[in-house]
């Protein structure tokens, strides 16, 4: 021990070991603005930066919690795996894959659903978790974005759905393709039960969840500067051989040209689609200032 | 005859063929028999070469730059085709072809890919890849067929939807989500048959129905085999590997059950006699639609509903 340890008194002693022990990502930066941001503080505001407003990725659960309820949320369809019915393998086996998307999110697949109310509107919300796989669309979120259907109808409840996805997951092959007619068969279901679906598009939304549910919504609604489309830039680019249009597949881009009805900050995003839920669904006003 | 790579021992021994018949015609000597004798081992190569194409062979085929489009098959299976056109709100889309016709005389509405064989009408046809409008014009063609219960009859062959600047900006993503969603319930029944290639939700797009059927070598695929090699593999050369594993073929996907009917094509692939390609989907969708046409509206639709939500694996 050197004279300065023992000079020191023992509280503000530090070493090597103990400075480690001081929990991982109290801070964090902003993608965008590179604010130094307080990770709690963050999380509290569905992660999006104080500072510049810009909306950085969100887990599936995470969106969920803060967009319903907190009292009475039943989840639906949590024990449904996936199979690697085409023994499919690429530089990776699909089984591979799928266990370590499993152990990363500690979900059985991309889709979370989850039955409860928001503002008191009973609602069936689902959400897409990117980290499984790029939030693919395969055989499982599939089936679960049916069984989400079928809850609506059971429960008189309208369905929300947020989505974030990169398409159909190759790795289920022709199985993944097909899911989008499922899906999209499902809500013609929805529809004829007079119940609404409001399909939140969030960054990304591409291919075959763009070309089938999150295009579907009786309101469509982006978060700001999502990439939305069907084709990817790079894929277009290619093909066109020309510059893409400044912010082209961007939510303003697509509202400018009528493919969605609204962009919303994901802060107003509980309150906004209570709002237009109690209108379609004709329950009582929301909002406090309504005089409904 | 317009010979694949892996057809090289085929094409060699063809031209060998060629050669004699020029000797024949200018000698005296009798070479008819061997002619017939090298007639018979083209066939017998052909067929073995034919009994085991790969993944990625098959692809080809289903590429083949003469392989029947969907205008040729509605030469030989209707009559009283009547084209019609335009999606009523921005423009007609010669990628995809539609119209209403009769077939073994009765009405039906036919709606199909369509491809160009030269180089002017390939670029008109934009290469066989829809754009919105096209999407629209097919589900306004659909739903005046369920008006007026006429069966649906769809022809799939294109390598996707146009991935254009445009095609974005008008909702390709929603004009091919409108049909998916329109198709599951429209109240008439339909066919749809893979001819070529059935690539992605440009495919699906035009392909929801009550019967799903594939020529022997066609493909129907969630990603071009390219397209796939180059995202997963991040290399687009091992295409051959991608088709492998996506398991593309026909045959491959009457094996999951995902096919109703694998049609046969002539020896060689379709390219060799159309006629007898469009025989074989004739008989077919005649069975079918008499099949589906004994059932009424309503339990029509309860099957098809119940196709689409069977549809999938998990546990």
């Not at chain 1, 947020?162 to 899906?183: D, H, P, V």
């Amino acid at each position: 021990m050197s004279w300065l340890d023992k000079l020191l008194p023992s509280r503000i002693k530090t070493n090597g070991a103990s400075r480690r022990t001081v929990p991982e990502g109290v801070w964090t930066k902003c993608d965008n603005c590179n604010a130094v941001l307080y990770r709690a503080e963050l999380m509290r505001g569905l992660e999006v930066c104080p500072k510049c407003s810009h909306h950085m990725r969100i887990g599936a659960r995470s969106r969920l919690d803060g967009f319903l309820d907190r009292e009475v949320r039943v989840e639906i369809g949590s024990d449904i795996k996936p199979v690697d019915k085409f023994r499919f393998r690429d530089s990776k086996k699909y089984k591979d894959r799928l266990s370590s998307a499993c152990k990363e999110t500690g979900e059985n697949d991309a889709l979370i659903v989850i039955m409860g109310s928001v503002k008191e509107i009973p609602v069936v919300a689902v959400a897409f978790e990117f980290d499984f796989m790029g939030g693919s669309m395969g055989s499982v979120v599939g089936e679960k974005f049916v069984l989400a259907v079928d809850a609506c109808i059971d429960n008189d409840a309208p369905l929300v759905c947020f989505s974030a996805s990169g398409g159909a997951r190759m790795q289920e092959a022709l199985i993944s393709l097909f899911q989008m007619a499922k899906t999209s068969s499902a809500l013609a279901k929805l529809s004829k039960a007079g119940l609404p679906y409001i399909s939140v598009l969030t960054n990304p939304t591409m291919g075959g969840v763009s070309a089938s549910i999150a295009s579907l919504g009786d309101i469509n609604i982006a978060e700001p500067n999502a990439l939305i489309g069907f084709a990817g830039p790079r894929v277009i680019e290619q093909t066109v051989r020309q510059t893409l249009p400044e912010g082209f597949q961007k939510s303003e881009f697509l509202l400018e040209h009528g493919n969605i009805d609204m962009i919303l900050d994901r802060r107003d995003m509980r309150e906004r689609i209570a709002s237009l839920l109690s209108m379609l669904c004709h329950s009582q006003a929301t909002s406090k200032t309504g005089n409904g | 005859m317009n010979f694949l790579d892996f057809e090289q021992p085929i094409a060699e021994l063809e031209a060998k063929i060629e050669e004699l018949r020029y000797v024949d015609s200018d000698s005296k000597l009798n070479i008819h028999d061997e002619i017939t004798k090298l007639q018979k081992r083209s066939k017998e190569l052909t067929e073995s070469i034919f009994s085991s194409l790969s993944a990625w062979q098959v692809s080809q085929i289903a590429r083949h730059p003469l392989r029947p489009y969907t205008l040729d098959y509605i030469n030989r299976l209707f009559t009283d085709f009547n084209e019609l056109h335009g999606d009523r709100s921005f423009a007609n889309d010669p990628a995809i072809l539609t119209g209403i016709a009769r077939f073994d005389g009765n009405p039906v509405a036919v709606v199909g890919h369509q491809k160009g064989r030269d180089i002017k009408e390939r670029i008109y046809r934009n290469y066989g890849m829809p754009k919105p409008e096209g999407y629209r014009k097919a589900l306004r063609i659909m739903q005046l067929a369920e008006r007026f219960k006429l069966p649906v009859l769809t022809f799939i062959d294109t390598s996707g939807a146009y991935p254009g600047i445009g095609a974005e900006e008008r909702g390709q993503s929603e004009a091919i989500a409108r049909n998916l969603m329109a198709m599951s319930g429209l109240r008439t029944p339909i066919i749809a048959t893979v001819i070529g290639e059935g690539g992605s939700g440009g495919a699906l797009a035009i392909g929801v129905g009550d019967k799903l059927n594939m020529l022997q070598y066609s493909t129907y695929s969630v990603i071009s085999p390219e397209g796939c090699a180059s995202i997963l593999w991040k290399n687009s050369e091992k295409a051959k590997d991608a088709a492998e594993a996506l398991g593309v073929t026909a045959q491959r996907l009457q094996q999951l059950d995902l096919v109703d009917s694998v049609i046969n094509e002539p020896l060689g692939g379709a390219h060799r006699d159309y006629d007898q390609t469009a025989d074989g989907i004739r008989t077919t969708i005649k069975i079918q639609l008499n099949e589906l046409n004994q059932l009424g509206v309503e339990a029509l639709l309860d099957s098809r509903q119940k196709r689409l939500r069977a549809c999938g694996f998990f546990r």
